[in-house]
């Protein structure tokens, strides 16, 4: 018999509430419960910063993408202005959607009659409306979406009243301004959908406990746990330290770079900004997941990555990023099966979550925030 959801907030609730050495794993339920993923859908996705990509994926005056958020189409569109803005990807005649994927385009027309919006959204034309007496062009105005944009990461959010996403995430900028994250350029990003929740793939990024056991054909061999540095994390995101050499050259600073000075050349920050944006951020190279909810069982991976100015502009480094990202598609298989296992496991009626790790002081940290928006509102 399923849980009911007010006995599954307080269990989350409770535990979310001891101090992290005595906390375990999140209660079961939370990864397969209907109704709590409403409630995730209600007081997460409608109402945070959602990542989308990066800027340079829409860099010249007509360059587009669409995305959605919370279910919701979007099209985000670079205007005559070089202004990023973010509409609704919904034709406001009989609600065709407008765009699919990318591209570039001078006016947005609907592939259903052929209404036609400019780059700020407004309708400038529509095939034989002059005939309906009632219709004025003036009066259809695709609705804007709120769009910030920080370190170079699109940011949408269907939300007017939250927080600017500058202003929510300074402490983290204060942290990480070094490494010059907004001059990173992508050089891939994809789409994916994996048959797990999206918080047992948000978890397993925020640990590196798992890294020299799931990933033991892959980059387990290198990772050492005693390098790992995993402090307490801040209302809107948590993260760890990685501090060694890294195997391969783009994860250190490059020779040209020198903003970073001492131990922050071979220094990894692993970011998670709530709900489900993931970064991995080295001196030469990022690489990133953004992660939503299709269904209980079904997470949309957005997966991207790039390189530092220093290594963009270095032949070497363009060799090196794609080497790493046959690398990472690797590592990710390993990750999906981990991913997978976990999903099936919290199906289970006699199993029970166990407790923490000290390598798993972000997922304490997620906990608190699920429990809090939550509970809370
Ligand atoms: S639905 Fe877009 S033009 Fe008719
Ligand atoms: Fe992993």
Redesign the pocket.
């Given at each position: 018999m399923q849980q009911s959801i007010d006995s599954l907030l307080q269990q989350l609730r409770e535990n979310a509430a001891l101090p992290f050495e005595q906390a375990r794993a999140m209660p079961k339920a939370v990864y397969t419960h209907p109704e709590f993923l409403e409630q995730e859908q209600t007081h997460i996705f409608k109402q945070e910063w959602i990542c989308v990509g990066r800027q340079d994926a829409a860099k010249n005056p007509g360059d587009y993408f669409s995305c959605e958020i919370a279910g919701e189409p979007i099209l985000v569109i670079r205007d005559k202005e070089q202004q990023l803005r973010a509409f609704s990807n919904v034709?406001l005649?009989?609600?065709?959607t407008l765009k699919q994927g990318s591209g570039n385009c001078a006016r947005v027309v609907?592939p259903?009659?052929?209404?036609a919006y400019n780059l700020t959204g407004k309708l400038v034309g529509a095939p034989q409306m002059q005939h309906s007496p009632g219709f004025n062009k003036q009066d259809y105005q695709l609705p804007e979406v709120r769009l910030e944009i920080w370190q170079g990461w699109v940011y949408l959010t269907l939300n007017n009243d939250a927080e600017p996403m500058t202003d929510k995430l300074s402490t983290l900028s204060d942290k990480i301004n070094r490494y010059g994250m907004e001059h990173y350029t992508q050089t891939f990003c994809e789409t994916h959908v994996w048959d797990t929740n999206w918080k047992i793939l948000a978890e397993n990024f925020m640990e590196s406990y798992h890294l020299p056991v799931l990933h033991s054909g892959t980059v387990g061999p290198h990772s050492k746990l005693e390098d790992m540095d995993c402090p307490p994390g801040e209302p809107a995101y948590n993260y760890h330290w990685l501090r060694k050499e890294a195997s391969l050259a783009i994860g250190n600073a490059h020779p040209d770079n020198t903003a970073l000075e001492g131990d922050w050349r071979y220094t990894t920050a692993l970011i998670a900004i709530y709900p489900g944006h993931l970064i991995t951020l080295t001196p030469g190279y990022f690489w990133y997941l953004s992660l939503q909810p299709l269904a209980v069982d079904k997470v949309q991976i957005l997966y991207g990555g790039g390189l530092s100015p220093e290594f963009i502009d270095d032949p070497e480094g363009i060799k090196a990023i794609e080497q790493l990202k046959i690398l990472l598609d690797e590592v990710n298989v390993e990750d999906r099966q981990g991913v997978e296992a976990v999903f099936k496991g919290a199906h289970s009626a006699l199993a029970e979550p166990g407790h923490l790790c000290w390598l798993e002081r972000p997922n304490y940290d997620f906990a608190n925030y699920l429990s809090q928006r939550i509970n809370g509102k």
């Open positions: 034709c005649h009989r609600l065709s609907c259903y009659h052929g209404w």
